[in-house]
């Protein structure tokens, strides 16, 4: 680097010093216009080598996970994307979701196959007990009851599939969320510079450009 810049400073000193027939006039002490395009880049590349500062950006960064490919192993394994994302403390909360739905049908799914058996068995042409004996708590009850309670059961265990889809999706969903903000530089160390300048619209009339810059301290 420091050859770069002697060469560089010497080619200015050189090119500055031209006889004066390479000048537009005897008289005259200015440049040719290449002679002078030719001094400004050379100055300007050396003046920018002079400020070059060292880089003390760290090289050796965190990888991180595709978002992708954390949602896809969420899909298929739900709680391998947490894994991945180092968020091993929601394993448990997926797997409790699941097992709370889970359960949660099973029970609708038994009260539904009772008021289905009592439903049934209410006709006194249905002998065979096709659906099970009527239990105990259900006997005597009014028959167009137990038609409402068999049908709203029935629906209400159909539409827990639904919400088990829902939070198999919400497991991906916050895999693939939280792999994306894995990246940001959300430290202590972050400082934030505001730039406000004149600037021309897209009409030609005059406006302000306002930016906002994140860097460390």
């Known amino acids: 680097m420091r050859w770069?810049?002697?060469?560089?400073?010497m080619m200015i000193c050189l090119f500055a010093a031209l006889p004066a027939s390479a000048q537009t006039s005897p008289g005259e002490q200015e440049l040719l216009p290449v002679q002078q395009h030719?001094?400004?880049?050379?100055?300007g590349s050396a003046y920018s080598?002079?400020?070059e500062l060292p880089d003390t950006t760290d090289t050796v960064r965190e990888t991180f996970p595709s978002p992708k490919s954390v949602m896809f192993k969420s899909m298929m394994i739900p709680g391998w994307g947490q894994i991945e994302n180092r968020q091993a403390w929601k394993v448990p909360i997926v797997y409790g979701l699941f097992a709370g739905v889970g359960y949660y049908t099973y029970y609708l799914?038994?009260?539904?196959?009772d008021y289905r058996a009592a439903?049934?068995?209410s006709f006194s042409e249905n002998t065979d007990q096709r659906f099970g004996p009527t239990p105990v708590r259900l006997q005597g009850v009014n028959r167009s009851q137990l038609q409402s309670n068999r049908n709203s059961l029935r629906n209400r265990r159909d539409f827990m599939a639904i919400v088990f889809l829902l939070a198999y999706g919400l497991n991906a969903v916050d895999a693939y969320v939280f792999a994306h903000m894995r990246s940001f530089d959300?430290?202590?160390d972050l400082t934030a510079r505001t730039l406000l300048s004149p600037d021309l619209l897209a009409d030609g009339s005059p406006g302000i450009t306002l930016s906002i810059s994140l860097s460390k301290k």
Do not use: E, P
């Open 49 to 51: 080598d002079m400020l």
């Open 119 to 121: 439903y049934y068995n």
């Open 38 to 43: 030719f001094m400004n880049r050379v100055a």
């Open 4 to 9: 770069v810049k002697i060469n560089t400073f």
């Open 109 to 113: 799914n038994g009260q539904y196959q």
């Open 186 to 188: 959300v430290s202590d």
